[in-house]
Structure formats: C-alpha cells, structure tokens
Nanobody, 115 residues
Framework: QVQLVESGGGLVQPGVSLRLSCAASGVIFSLNTMGWYRQAPGKQRELVATATWTGVTVYADSVKGRFTIFRDNARNTVYLQMNSLKPEDTAVYYC?????????WGQGTQVTVSS
C-alpha cells in the first residue's frame, strides 16, 4: 500500500509562483516514477509532469518552461514548482506514483489562478 499526501495548493493571481509537494509513504520501491496530473472542471485528467527515480523528466507542452518537477528520493517526495501561472492552469492537481506497473494517487490539491 502506498499513501500520497499533497500540499501547497491555493488561490493565486496570474503571474505568480506556487510550489506543490507530495510525500509518499508505505511500501516504496526504487526505480519508481512520480508525477503530477491535473483535472480542470469538465475536462479529463491530463499529465503535467513526471520524473523517474533517476531524474528523467517529461512535461506537457502547456507547462514547458514554466513548471519544474524535482524529487527528493531520500524523502520519497516530489515537488512541482509552478511559475508564471495562468488562469488556464486552474485545476485539481493529483500526485501519482507508479511502481511495478501499479499507479497510486493522492487526494488532490486545488490550484486556482484568478485575478
């Protein structure tokens, strides 16, 4: 069993920065992939960014150059640094961990970008 707890969401104005954190606990193996997905109202959940245990990253085109994903493997924690936030970034952000072909999800944290 894996538990994921996200934090760091909130209501911010366009152009500012926000950092999300996700701490994993339970049975954690090496060589996993951790990442962030988001779901806006009325839309499907979409990939934001992922990072492998060795640091290989993947980003959605919509966030490239603005968001950075990084991990602390010793703490089983993944972060998402979000800069230059836009209203279209408004969504519930979910943390994800994949190991052994099985995904685990956090409960989600709301990010709202509005003036």
């Amino acid at each position: 069993q894996v538990q994921l707890v996200e934090s760091g969401g909130g209501l911010v104005q366009p152009g500012v920065s926000l950092r999300l954190s996700c701490a994993a606990s339970g049975v954690i193996f090496s060589l996993n992939t951790m990442g962030w997905y988001r779901q806006a109202p009325g839309k499907q959940r979409e990939l934001v960014a992922t990072a492998t245990w060795t640091g290989v990253t993947v980003y959605a085109d919509s966030v490239k150059g603005r968001f950075t994903i990084f991990r602390d493997n010793a703490r089983n924690t993944v972060y998402l640094q979000m800069n230059s936030l836009k209203p279209e970034d408004t969504a519930v952000y979910y943390c994800n961990l994949e190991q052994g072909g099985r995904p685990s999800w956090g409960q989600g944290t709301q990010v709202t970008v509005s003036s």
